[in-house]
Every structure is written in C-alpha cells, then in structure tokens.
C-alpha cells in the first residue's frame, strides 16, 4: 500500500527521501490540477490530444488569433485523411462534443478553444471556416465556426463545443446523428457574430429573435437550400 507522509513527518525523513517525497507531491498535484490524472491529455472519446493550456480557468478567452490553414494529407491511427476546400461538402456522421478539458487550450491554427462558443472541430475543412451542422433527431441546425482538427475515434464526422451541442440538443447524450455542410471561409478575427445572428434568426431558439442582428446577415455564406427558414441570405 502507498504511503502519504503528512507534512509535519517530512522533517524527520532522510534528506533522500524528502526529495523523493517532494517529487511525488509535486507529481500528485499536476495530476489532480489535470482532473484526469498523468497522461490524460488524450481523449478516447474524441480521438483528439489536447494541446497547450494558454487561458486558465476563469479567465475570458479571447477570439481570434489564429491563422488560415488547411493542412497537408495526414494520418491518424492508420488512418489517412485530406484537409481540402470542399464546396459541396456534405456529409451525413455522428457528432460528439468537447468541453472543459480543453477549454483555454490551443486549437489546431491556433486560436483558443472556448467551450462556451459556437466551433467544431473538423478533420479536413479549412480553418477558420463556417458549417452548418443540423441535428437529425431534433431538426435543429445552427451555424458553427471551424477552428480546430479531430474528431479521430468511431469515424464520427464533427466534434461540437459543448455549447454548440446544447444548442442542437445532443448535450445530455454526448453524440448525434447530424448532417454537416460547407459554408464557407471564417474571418481571422474571431468575429462571432455571423454565428449568433443565424442561431438567432431559429424559430425554435428560446429566447426572443433580435432583428437588427436578422438584418445584419452575412451575404458571403453558403445557403444551405433546406427550407427558405433557414437561409442566410
């Protein structure tokens, strides 16, 4: 069984085992500040490692900041795959969601990942890009942003903030069957607001439609040609 030296015992130990002792504590503590333990970087569920924490908890994470990519073809598990401007991208998968682990750390064209925006993560898309991601249980669809690489496990098609799932509906259960379109290029300045005015302008969003946010439509989206209630025209 280990033993955990209380701190009033470590002055009577061996200068050798206070060091070893120190080492361990010091160990202990990065693992409990992780929340998953030594090694949990990785996500079995999203397929994905996190990356650098650059925003501590708390603290407001800013938007933009990254750069333009797409990427050279690149493996993952065995498994290869092409990012690319695909215009007619449009593919039926399995969503899942990413939060509070990474949230403030680096996304793949290094922006910050904010749990609380309207991203995703997309295995080939350019980033930044827009998609639009309908829920196919719900028949929600909104309007998410582009701004990092995965998901790699179970061929799930898109990995949502965890807002981005709430808004579709698939928080609770973690994944969804959901059907992503290509909507074109991001602006590099994280600017969120094409993405709130299209969730706004959603007859089943709670809260009250802003039409001066309806007016402010972006006219450099793709339309999605699914109904004349979910154009952005």
Not at 59 to 84: D, F, H, L, M
Not at 122 to 147: D, F, K, Q
Request: charged share 25%; glycine share 12%; hydrophobic share 35%.
């Amino acid at each position: 069984m280990r033993r955990y030296y209380r701190p009033h015992e470590i002055g009577l130990l061996p200068p050798v085992v206070v060091l070893v002792v120190a080492v361990v504590l010091v160990i202990g503590l990065a693992a409990c500040s992780s929340g998953r333990g030594l090694g949990s970087r990785y996500d079995a569920r999203t397929g994905v490692s996190a990356s650098t924490r650059v925003v501590a908890d708390g603290r407001p994470i800013p938007k933009g900041g990254g750069r333009y990519k797409v990427g050279a073809p690149y493996k993952v598990s065995g498994r290869w795959y092409v990012p690319q401007e695909d215009m007619n991208y449009d593919r039926t998968g399995v969503a899942s969601w990413y939060g509070a682990d990474f949230h403030g750390r680096l996304t793949a064209n290094g922006e910050v990942f904010d749990m609380g925006a309207l991203t995703a993560a997309h295995p080939t898309l350019p980033m930044p890009s827009y998609a639009y991601v309908t829920n196919l249980e719900t028949g929600r669809t909104i309007l998410v942003r582009i701004n990092d690489r995965g998901p790699y496990a179970n061929d799930r098609v898109i990995d949502l903030s965890r807002q981005a799932a709430r808004f579709l509906g698939s928080e609770a259960q973690g994944l969804a069957r959901v059907r992503v379109r290509y909507a074109g290029r991001a602006p590099l300045d994280g600017d969120d607001r094409q993405e709130r005015m299209y969730l706004a302008s959603q007859p089943w969003y709670g809260g009250r439609q802003d039409t001066r946010m309806a007016e402010g439509r972006p006219t450099y989206l793709r339309p999605m040609g699914i109904g004349a209630e979910n154009l952005v025209k």
